[in-house]
Structures are given as C-alpha cells and as structure tokens.
C-alpha cells in the first residue's frame, strides 16, 4: 500500500507534547494549507510543531488562554487545547489542533517544514452539479477547456480522501495531482459555454453545471443519481437571502432551538454534517449573514455558534458540550435548527443488542477463500459484547456462533427487546482488491438520532488509529431504500463497516492480537458519548 496520511489523533498528540520539552525548541516553516508557507513564532518540540497565538492571529484563528487552557476559534470551529510557552511566548500545538479541525498534518522528509493541510473527505453529486466539503479552508481553481469540453477544478492546500475516487460518473476524474493539490476533471461536451465559478477560498466547494449535462449523468451502474440534501424550493428568487444571527431558546427535554430569522425563504435547504459528534456545521447557499463573528452561549448543552460569509457560500457552525442530534427546518422566515439529545442516562443497565454481520450459509465478503467476514465480525462482536457487559449493559447478541438469522430477525430482536441500541458488525469489501482502505459507520435515511450514535461511534473507532476513518454515511448512498436490518429497526442503530477484507492493509490490521478488544473499548466510548455519560 502507498503511504496514507491520516489527521494525527488525540492519542498520538498528548504522548508527543508530554515528551516535547525534552528537546530545545527548533525554529521551522509551515506549510499552512492555501495559505502557503510562513515563519516565525513556529518551532519543533520533539516530534510534535508549536505555533504561537500572535502567529495563529496572523493566519485568522482567533486564541484567548483561559487558564491551562487555549480556546481557539478557527475555521468555523471553537476548540480547546493545552496552553505551552516557547520562546517566551504562548503557543499551542498544531497536531492537537489539526487532530480537532479534521486536517492533514506532517513534517516533511527533512523535518524542516510542518505541513498543515484539509483533508478532502466529500464529494457529492447534487441534481445541480456537485459539491467538495474539505475539513479546512481550501483555495480552488477552476479552468474550462475545449477540444475536448473539460473542466478542471484544482484544490490548493488539500490531501484527497481515497473513496473519492469510486463510484463516478462517466467522464469524471479525481486525484492528488500534487503535495499540494487535489485535481478533479469532468470531460463532457454539454461542458461547452459553461462559465466557471469565481474562485473564493472556502471549506465547501459548490459548482453548478450545465442542466443538459446533469440531466444525462448517471451512475456507473446507470441508476439516476441520488439528490444529496441540498434541495430547491419551488419558484426560487435570484435575488440573496439576508440572514440575521441566531436566537437561542430553550428546547424540549433540555435541548436547544436555534432560529435563524431570514428576509424570505431559503432557495436551498442547507446542508449539514457532523464534523464531529459535539460540532455541527451547516453550509447556506444564496444567503448572507448581516454580522458574522464567534458567539459563546455556554449553558448546559450549548457551547457557542460562529457564523461565516464568503462569496460561494454562508456558514453555521455550532458547538455542543456534549454530543447531540438535530432537525432542520427551514420557514418563509427563517431557518430553525432543533437540538436535543436523546434520553439522559448511564451506559449501564441499558440493553444494546450486537449483531454480528452474516454468519451460517452467509459467509459475506471474503478472501482466498481462507478469510470470512461472518468468522472476523463474529469475533469482533463477542469482544465488544463482553466489553459492554463489563460497562455494566445488558446485552443481547443476534447470533453468537456460527448461524444465519435473517435481517428481520435481527431488527425484530432489537425492536421486541425494546433495546437501547444496535450495534452491526461488518467487514468491507470492494470488488478490485487493493483499491480501496477504510472504515465507515452507517445510519438509516436521515435519521437524526441514528446519525448522532453513528458519529459517536465512528468518532471513536478512528482513534484506534489502525485503519484509515472515511467517516459517517448514510445507507441510503448505498441502496436508495438504505440497509434493511437499519429499515426494520425501531431502536437507534449503527451499522459498523470496519475495514476492507479486500485490502492488505486493512486486513492485517483487523487480524492483529488485540484489535476486536479495541473495536469493544470503542463501541463502549462511542455509546456513553451518545448516552451522556462522557
């Protein structure tokens, strides 16, 4: 396997910053995305790289220490992290940090330059055109070229997501061209007159294409295409939306209602997605705020909010304290983001059922013929299984030898026992081996509360580090109607994809000693996240 960067978790950063002071601060660059290289007030610690707060201002962060602590309001995000001191100054470290904002970080092969780029996790086919969501702010290019029709849309300070590539429509392209850069090529003669977009550094890439171009591009597989949450309203207005800032008010159960007041309807419904379980960002087209800037709220379950404008788009972003789900709706006169979690309460005598993906005459995925994935997810679910009972969950297991209950079953089981959650086990797999390498977590539809456990755990599962984390999906990307056994189920439900059989990578780590224990402790985190409890 080629070398795969992943953002550096949170249980790489602290080791590193504990062991950094051993070693004298050493004067470097940084390579800060599309903003390109800078110096000054940036040193190497060990092998972890410090920047200093007036440094991080020169670059837009906004950082006011409080205490031992550094709150940082960066790239529609509000974060904490350790305050450090070198050179005399106060600085933090960019690998917590890039571990929060979702970016790539590294030093490069002399050690001399911290890299510090977005990682480029979305690409989405909308009935408009399509849309690249990056975890940090990115600088596009857009070039049209004729004999042949080709659009070359370039992302400065980006590192591409592997799964990008898969599943595109005919003519359509995506690669890291460079260190830098991610390239993607849409070659279709329909491109001809189009007028490429004004280039606005951004995290979140819109480009509408031609109407004749979209209405003949299908899937590979030559089913039309799925409309991705961005959705017109009937008898849309050209003229932009203007945005007052949120009001916040009290929810049901001890949630949050944020209203957004607008000067008429929104043209599009927004998108969202969790960058995080506790932080939730929403992309507003064809809307402005009238004042964009940070809000701390600080009650019980709302940290704060920071609004953002740009000529391609608006942002919300908002920060829980403690993971949350939510529902959106938009109004003739504002836009009204509910949040709420579910019922309060201890991991403890709750009833999570496991289901252990296939089993019996259903091998599932497989490879050589020797490795099974109902043998992995089997073992991996009786660890996680006895990790939960040793939390003190009562729990219910869809099978646990080697037999078949059908999907219904399985939903039925959890639905009957009136459990807390459902946790499916399964192993990935792609039909060319070695193309494709991660893990994902799966939700039903646009379930809010199936989403948020999904965050939650997938959340954790990437810490274990081993696999790379292609994040949180929705099962209907993958069959219009979803996943049966998330269809049936009444209970919230995750469905866990832990890595791909079909890659060397990923099967050797899925194999090592100790991994279904470490798939347990997380499944166990992930769920006292969602419930609570941490």
């Not at 050179?87 to 470290?93: D, I, R």
């Not at 799925?226 to 932009?240: C, K, R, Y």
């Not at 069959?479 to 990578?505: D, K, M, W």
């Amino acid at each position: 396997m080629g070398m795969f960067r992943l953002p550096l978790s949170g249980l790489l950063v602290f080791g590193v910053v504990a062991q950094a002071w051993s070693q004298a601060p050493q004067p470097v660059k940084v390579d800060f995305g599309a903003r390109g290289p800078a110096s000054g007030g940036v040193y190497r610690v060990g092998d972890d790289c410090l920047a200093s707060t007036e440094t991080l201002a020169k670059w837009g962060w906004s950082c006011v220490a409080r205490g031992k602590e550094t709150s940082i309001s960066a790239e529609g995000r509000i974060f904490r992290v350790t305050t450090q001191f070198v050179a005399g100054q106060p600085a933090v470290s960019l690998s917590e940090s890039a571990n929060y904002l979702g970016a790539v970080a590294y030093w490069n092969k002399t050690r001399d330059t911290y890299r510090f780029k977005a990682s480029i996790r979305n690409l989405d086919i909308t009935n408009e055109g399509f849309q690249i969501d990056a975890t940090t702010k990115v600088q596009p290019s857009f070039k049209l070229e004729t004999n042949p029709w080709r659009l070359i849309v370039d992302l400065k300070g980006g590192e591409m997501d592997r799964r990008l590539a898969e599943n595109l429509p005919e003519g359509w392209k995506v690669g890291q061209f460079d260190d830098d850069t991610v390239r993607l090529v849409i070659e279709n003669p329909l491109l001809a007159g189009m007028v490429p977009p004004r280039p606005v550094e951004t995290r979140s890439v819109r480009v509408k294409l031609p109407k004749a171009l979209m209405a003949k591009t299908e899937l590979p597989d030559g089913e039309p295409l799925t409309i991705l949450e961005s959705v017109a309203t009937p008898g849309a207005s050209s003229l932009p939306v203007k945005m007052e800032a949120p009001t916040v008010t009290g929810g049901e159960e001890g949630g949050v209602v944020l209203r957004v007041p607008t000067s008429r309807r929104l043209d599009l419904t927004p998108s969202v997605r969790y960058i995080s379980p506790t932080t939730i960002a929403l992309t507003i087209q064809g809307a402005t705020f009238g004042e964009a800037g940070e809000k701390i709220v600080d009650d019980k379950f709302l940290r704060g909010y920071v609004t953002a404008n740009s000529e391609a788009n608006s942002t919300l972003t908002i920060n829980l304290k403690a993971a949350g789900a939510f529902i959106l709706n938009t109004q003739n006169d504002g836009l009204v983001v509910r949040l709420f979690r579910p019922k309060k309460g201890k991991l403890s005598g709750k009833i999570i059922v496991v289901d252990p993906g296939h089993g019996g005459k259903d091998p599932g995925a497989d490879w050589g013929n020797a490795l099974f994935e109902k043998d992995l997810a089997l073992k991996i679910s009786l660890a996680t299984a006895k990790a939960l009972q040793a939390a003190g969950a009562s729990v219910i297991m869809t099978r646990d030898a080697d037999t078949y209950p059908t999907l219904s079953q399985r939903s039925q089981l959890a639905n009957q026992s009136d459990a807390a959650a459902l946790i499916c086990i399964h192993i990935n797999s792609n039909t060319v081996a070695e193309t494709r390498s991660g893990g994902i977590t799966f939700y039903h539809a646009q379930n809010p509360v199936g989403r948020m456990l999904a965050s939650c755990v997938q959340n954790e599962i990437a810490k274990i580090g081993t696999i790379p984390d292609l994040g949180i999906w929705s099962d209907t990307r993958i069959y219009r109607n979803g996943f049966q056994v998330l269809r049936e189920v009444n209970v919230p439900a995750a469905y866990l994809e832990l890595g791909f059989i079909t890659h060397s990578h990923d099967r050797k780590a899925m194999q090592e000693d100790g991994y279904p224990e470490q798939v347990g402790a997380a499944v166990v985190r992930g769920l006292k996240a969602y419930f609570g409890e941490e």
